[in-house]
């Protein structure tokens, strides 16, 4: 039977044995998800076939590309490219490959930044970068990562713009991964700090306007159509959400393989057009669920 977590607004069903069927009856090590405009939900595949595996909101497969591209997959996050000929997109990351690469939906490569299995000099992209965003100017943001304590962004013309971050616990300072870095509705660059328990925001610029802290092990966040901030929490295990002024409006999560509970650490997460909610763990192979809002 399926598990009602949450409460109040943020309620939800989780969905046993989501995207699983007998040609496909499980995944491997899950580390990225993403939606695209359809609710076509883009599942990021470490292990078993490094690739990227596409699924309608039902769970029924549709597509996989990327097979033989990927050696450590890591973030994916999908939005639309603004300017002349606007289109839908695709950024992931590859740890082992220190790269970002563009893909349309169906998986044809784009463009990519860095040198293939090549990291770059000290402060400079990248070293095995966790995540890519983009911003409603067409500028790229990077969070880079685990091989060193920056922040890139890049302009429209997809070249490098600005860098900033060092290893420590000072404000604009960072431990060991800098995770994601998103826009919020405001024009803040939240950045996820997760060696601190803290999630930093700069301007676009990389000036430092302050923190929410007091998380356990953050590790990914989206932003909701409300306006609020979905944080998933690796070591509590936990699902979070936040106010854009950092109150904590609720909390849910408990340690099982059961329905509604996570085996080891809730990874990556994104929300869909419709409020409903895709997890992915990593450590433990076959763990991504979906959690109907209620």
């Known amino acids: 039977m399926a598990s009602i977590v949450g409460s109040g607004k943020w309620t939800f069903e989780a969905v046993p044995d989501w995207g699983r069927s007998a040609a496909r009856p499980e995944f ?17 595949q470490r292990t ?37 000929g606007s ?3 695709v950024l992931v990351t590859d740890r082992d490959l220190h790269q970002v690469v563009k893909y349309s939906p169906a998986g044809e490569r784009l463009a990519e930044w860095g040198t293939s299995r090549e ?4 402060g400079e992209p990248f070293n095995q970068p966790a ?23 890049f302009g429209a013309d997809g070249l490098p713009a600005r860098s900033w971050g060092r290893r420590g616990t000072g404000p604009g300072e960072f431990r060991w991964p800098v995770h994601h870095a998103l826009l919020d509705p405001r024009g803040r ?12 925001h700069f301007s676009p610029d990389g000036e430092y306007l302050g923190a929410w802290t007091g998380f356990r092990m953050p590790q990914d966040m989206v932003v ?14 936990a699902i979070t959400i936040l106010s854009l002024d950092g109150e904590v409006l609720g909390r ?9 509970q996570f085996a080891d650490s809730p990874h990556s997460l994104w929300m869909d057009s419709r409020g409903d909610l895709y997890v992915g763990e990593v450590l433990t192979p076959n763990r991504i669920q979906k959690f109907v809002r209620r």
């Open 87 to 89: 289109r839908e997109v």
């Open 119 to 122: 990291p770059g000099d000290a």
């Open 28 to 44: 491997g090590v899950v580390s990225g998800v993403a939606c695209d405009s359809e609710d076509n939900v883009y599942v990021f």
């Open 224 to 237: 909701t159509p409300d306006h609020d901030v979905v944080i998933a929490e690796g070591a509590r295990p």
């Open 48 to 84: 078993i076939e490094p690739s990227v595996l596409v699924f309608n909101r039902e769970g029924t497969f549709l597509r996989q590309w990327g097979l033989g591209e990927f050696r450590h997959p890591h973030g994916i996050w999908i939005g639309s490219e603004r300017g002349p």
């Open 131 to 153: 995540r890519a965003t983009l911003g409603p100017e067409g500028e790229m943001f990077v969070a880079d990562g685990y091989g060193q304590y920056r922040v890139h962004r």
């Open 252 to 260: 849910w999560g408990e340690r099982g393989d059961g329905p509604g």
């Open 189 to 200: 660059l939240l950045v996820i700090d997760r060696g601190n328990g803290r999630i930093q």
